[in-house]
């Protein structure tokens, strides 16, 4: 089988390998097991560099085609993209043309691109894995619109298996749910009471940007703090906001609470979930809340926000809190919850639920995808 993957993924080459954002390679390198040969349109780096989150593609047939970095964020940017327009389309059915499974990566600009030039390959097998918000009543940017309505198409968008983060009611015959995951089967744990008598730890895990809400999971810590509630946050990440947030808990002398330990091998993150009691990730938009699910896995309560399919992951409740996402409701409706609520119930039930979605199941998923057996 030949395997042409599309993906807005920035690559870049070292010893005669091919680098990319390591959560993506690891992903692709599951469906690469499959293929005898892989080709991935993509974005070369800038400069060529291999960061250290970057890992390598393992599959030993791959070719790699660029295409230009686009965007349409302004007017310029607009015109630019129409020129360059017809020769990435071109570029895709290029390479569509040559593969056996075609797999677009969405939402992204090449995911747009790709989503068009699909259209003239009907009889193809083909898949998307929508790695954004597929909710259809979320605010999202008109890109993202077209690429759902194309996906969603039955009668224009062919032999296509839309593979979407959550279940969504009254969707079409082509869409999955396809649900990420981190850890293997080997890796679960069985479940521990936890004392929620004692210093409550949370931890945070994600990059340190404005849509991630940093800063006010920081003033969550402080809040609680103040309002005689013993927390301490392992916040891990990196980002444009670290030093914004570096000075406010230096400020607020909130060092004896809060810890930055800056990007971290997973088995460092895992073994701060084991030993803490809540994960939080007060974000604006995910498509996959990955940090969530890492944390349910090992038995951490969430504490979240109301995006992407954050409600169906946590059961409307039943497996972690739904916060609003200012200062005050939060702390409040966490209060709350901390006082009425069986916390080693609830973090069994969220522990039950994530330990479903192995990196094993993830595997076995895939390659259904690929054989045509997935069902719904």
């Given amino acids: 089988m030949k395997l042409a993957i599309f993906t807005l993924v920035q690559h870049s080459t070292k010893d005669g390998k091919y680098y990319g954002y390591a959560p993506y390679v690891n992903e692709m390198n599951i469906w690469a097991k499959y293929a005898d040969e892989l080709v991935v349109l993509g974005i070369d ?37 129409l020129i360059l327009f017809p020769y990435i389309f071109l570029k895709c059915v290029q390479v569509m043309r040559q593969a056996d499974h075609i797999h677009i990566r969405c939402p992204s600009n090449v995911g747009l691109v790709a989503c068009f030039a699909q259209l003239l390959f009907p009889s193809k097998s083909k898949s998307t894995k929508y790695a954004g918000n597929w909710d259809p009543n979320s605010n999202q940017p008109w890109t993202y619109r077209l690429q759902q309505a194309i996906l969603r198409n039955t009668i224009l968008t062919r032999n296509m298996k839309v593979l979407v983060y959550g279940e969504w009611p009254g969707e079409t015959t082509n869409v999955y749910s396809f649900i990420s995951a981190t850890y293997r089967d080997a890796e679960r744990v069985s479940f ?36 005689g509630i013993p927390a301490r946050l ?5 980002g444009p906001l670290r030093a914004q947030l570096e000075d406010y808990i230096s400020k607020q002398e909130l060092e004896s609470c809060i810890t930055m330990h800056g990007n971290q091998d997973k088995t460092v993150v895992k073994a701060a979930l084991l030993a803490a009691h809540f994960n ?17 896995f090992y038995g951490c309560i969430p504490v979240t926000t109301s995006v992407s399919c954050v409600r169906w992951m946590l059961g409307e409740g039943q497996r972690g809190l739904i916060v609003e996402p200012d200062l005050e409701s939060s702390v409040a409706e966490f209060i709350s919850m901390f006082k009425t609520d069986d916390l080693n119930r609830m973090a069994k039930n969220a522990m039950d639920w994530s330990q479903q979605y192995t990196f094993d199941r993830l595997e076995r998923d895939i390659q259904s995808v690929l054989n045509g057996t997935l069902k719904s």
Avoid: C
Wanted: proline share 6%.
């Fill in 45 to 81: 780096k800038p400069n060529n560099e291999v960061d250290a989150i970057d890992t390598a593609y393992t599959h030993n047939n791959i070719s790699f085609v660029a295409v230009p970095n686009f965007n349409i964020l302004g007017f310029i940017d607009v015109l630019k993209t």
């Fill in 192 to 227: 521990n009471p936890k004392d929620y008598t004692q210093e409550l730890v949370f931890v945070f895990a994600g990059m340190l940007v404005p849509g991630k809400r940093p800063l006010l999971t920081v003033q969550f810590i402080e809040e609680l703090n103040q309002q």
């Fill in 234 to 238: 392992e916040l891990f990440g990196d």
């Fill in 280 to 296: 939080i990730l007060l974000s604006k938009s995910e498509g996959w809340p990955k940090a969530v699910a890492e944390g349910m």
